[in-house]
């Protein structure tokens, strides 16, 4: 029986990022960045005030308090964007916005709530100004190259681009990015006992909601999801299915249910003479029985049939495989520390149990969320963690210390 690690690692070797495509900024949140991005300029790109206030030389207002003020003659008024030939000398002081450019000879700016000069919007700038506090060389200025000098990588690829990653790209002048493009999913239900979701329950029936819940998790990671429905447990109506994403050019095949030995799992029977199966059992609970093969050269997936399985089935084996094909630089997920609030007990396989984790007194606390059978997709909704117990761990007392992904 593999480990759930030696599985990754095999199916992670079938997978290789899509190609790129060149996308506008505002259509590259959330893509996968594929290229370094440089800049150009140095940023800040010129020396500029974070304070509106007073440009002038620090020496000047040393000593300075509220009832002895020093007072300055304002020889400018530097407006956000015009650094102009300006040259303060001693004893002088050019009133100065937020973001404008230092003037000559000054080193310093004073905030204008230290000084005796109005706050209100429109006042024009004054013929003096008294300074209350003094202020040190270099205070209140964000120098060039304070943040990043030209010449660097500011962005590296194989990141997921965020809002202020773009942000950053629009102060670079980089108005298009190469992106790889987003993986195709197709996805299907197997079952005779499923039905729609909008279809009446009849005896026997189920409602196919695995379709949505691996839809939606797999839309999340960044796919674009081909929905191909239900097949029947016949092998002309699985072939149709997996056909059907074949010619929608999908990178990647998930289904659910089916590839168990129940005498009507017949995926495991079509991906294996059509295609080539690789079936394993997993040393992992829920999801013990996962198949993993390529139909006509597609990487496919077949995920177990019960709801829970089929959740834990792609955060552990799809969501990585995903990752590595939408050009992400990998990274192990984020494991947090928690603490029992129960003694739980296991079989001794991997598990991933339903919790809920919340924070009391500064720690961590797991409690499981009601039975964990597979098929109890309630105790997923309920949680908003899975604890991992590692394998050859049967039993943990309460307060004992756990591993967890926050969901
Ligand atoms: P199977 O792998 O076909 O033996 O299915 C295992 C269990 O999962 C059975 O109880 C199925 O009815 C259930 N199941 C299979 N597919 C789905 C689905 N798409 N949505 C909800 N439950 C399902
Ligand atoms: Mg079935």
Same mark, same amino acid.
């Given at each position: 029986?593999? +480990?759930?690690? &030696? /599985?990754?690692?095999?199916?992670?070797?079938?997978?290789?990022?899509?190609?790129?495509?060149?996308?506008?900024?505002?259509?590259?949140?959330?893509?996968?960045?594929?290229? #370094?991005?440089?800049?150009?300029?140095?940023?800040?790109?010129?020396?500029?005030?974070?304070?509106?206030?007073?440009?002038?030389?620090?020496?000047?207002?040393?000593?300075?308090?509220?009832?002895?003020?020093?007072?300055?003659?304002?020889?400018?008024?530097?407006? $956000?964007?015009?650094?102009?030939?300006?040259?303060?000398?001693?004893?002088?002081?050019? *009133?100065?916005?937020?973001? /404008?450019?230092?003037?000559?000879?000054?080193?310093?700016?004073?905030?204008?709530?230290?000084?005796?000069?109005?706050? &209100?919007? !429109?006042?024009? /700038?004054?013929?003096? =100004?008294?300074?209350?506090?003094?202020?040190?060389?270099?205070?209140?200025?964000?120098?060039?190259?304070?943040?990043?000098?030209?010449?660097?990588?500011?962005?590296?690829? !194989?990141?997921?681009? *965020?809002?202020?990653?773009?942000?950053?790209?629009? +102060?670079?002048?980089?108005?298009?990015?190469?992106?790889?493009?987003?993986?195709?999913?197709?996805?299907?239900?197997?079952?005779?006992?499923?039905?729609?979701?909008?279809?009446?329950?009849?005896?026997?029936?189920?409602?196919?909601?695995?379709?949505?819940?691996?839809?939606?998790?797999?839309?999340?990671?960044?796919?674009?999801?081909?929905?191909?429905?239900?097949?029947?447990?016949?092998? /002309?109506?699985?072939?149709?299915?997996?056909?059907?994403?074949? #010619?929608?050019?999908?990178?990647?095949?998930?289904?659910?249910?089916?590839?168990? =030995?129940?005498?009507?799992?017949?995926?495991?029977?079509?991906? &294996? &003479?059509?295609?080539?199966?690789?079936?394993?059992?997993?040393?992992?609970? %829920? !999801?013990?029985?996962?198949?993993? !093969?390529?139909?006509?050269?597609?990487?496919?997936?077949?995920?177990?049939?019960?709801?829970?399985?089929?959740?834990?089935?792609?955060?552990?084996?799809?969501? %990585?495989?995903?990752? *590595?094909?939408?050009?992400?630089?990998?990274?192990?997920?984020?494991?947090?520390? $928690?603490?029992?609030?129960?003694?739980?007990?296991? #079989?001794?396989?991997?598990?991933?149990?339903?919790?809920?984790?919340?924070?009391?007194?500064?720690?961590?606390?797991?409690?499981?969320?009601?039975?964990?059978?597979?098929?109890?997709?309630?105790?997923?909704?309920?949680?908003?963690?899975?604890?991992?117990?590692?394998?050859?761990?049967?039993?943990?007392?309460?307060? $004992?210390?756990?591993?967890?992904?926050?969901?």
């Amino acid at each position: 029986m593999l +480990t759930v690690s &030696e /599985a990754q690692q095999h199916i992670l070797s079938h997978f290789e990022p899509v190609e790129a495509q060149t996308l506008p900024l505002d259509g590259a949140a959330g893509r996968v960045l594929a290229e #370094d991005i440089f800049t150009a300029i140095d940023l800040p790109p010129f020396d500029n005030s974070s304070m509106d206030g007073f440009a002038l030389q620090a020496a000047d207002t040393q000593g300075s308090n509220s009832s002895n003020p020093v007072t300055l003659t304002v020889m400018a008024d530097i407006p $956000a964007e015009s650094p102009g030939n300006i040259v303060v000398g001693p004893g002088q002081a050019a *009133r100065i916005m937020t973001g /404008a450019p230092i003037p000559g000879g000054a080193d310093a700016v004073v905030k204008v709530e230290d000084t005796d000069h109005s706050r &209100e919007p !429109g006042t024009p /700038a004054p013929k003096a =100004v008294s300074v209350y506090q003094p202020v040190q060389p270099g205070e209140n200025i964000r120098y060039r190259g304070d943040d990043i000098y030209a010449g660097s990588i500011v962005l590296a690829r !194989g990141r997921h681009l *965020r809002a202020q990653d773009l942000g950053l790209l629009a +102060t670079l002048g980089v108005s298009k990015v190469q992106v790889y493009r987003s993986p195709r999913l197709a996805i299907f239900s197997s079952g005779d006992e499923l039905i729609q979701v909008e279809a009446p329950l009849s005896p026997g029936k189920i409602r196919d909601s695995n379709s949505y819940t691996l839809s939606i998790l797999a839309a999340q990671a960044g796919a674009e999801v081909i929905p191909l429905g239900i097949a029947l447990d016949e092998q /002309a109506a699985i072939l149709k299915l997996l056909d059907l994403a074949v #010619d929608a050019k999908a990178d990647l095949i998930v289904s659910s249910a089916g590839v168990s =030995v129940g005498a009507f799992d017949f995926v495991k029977q079509v991906v &294996e &003479e059509q295609g080539r199966l690789e079936f394993w059992k997993v040393n992992m609970r %829920p !999801g013990k029985p996962l198949a993993f !093969g390529t139909y006509r050269g597609i990487p496919f997936f077949g995920l177990p049939g019960n709801p829970v399985s089929a959740y834990i089935g792609f955060e552990v084996f799809v969501r %990585p495989a995903l990752e *590595r094909l939408s050009g992400a630089t990998p990274r192990p997920r984020l494991r947090q520390r $928690a603490r029992l609030a129960e003694p739980i007990s296991t #079989d001794g396989r991997e598990t991933y149990l339903r919790a809920v984790v919340t924070e009391e007194n500064g720690a961590l606390i797991a409690r499981l969320t009601g039975h964990q059978g597979s098929g109890n997709l309630l105790s997923l909704v309920q949680a908003n963690a899975l604890l991992i117990v590692p394998s050859g761990v049967k039993s943990l007392p309460a307060n $004992a210390e756990v591993e967890v992904w926050i969901l």
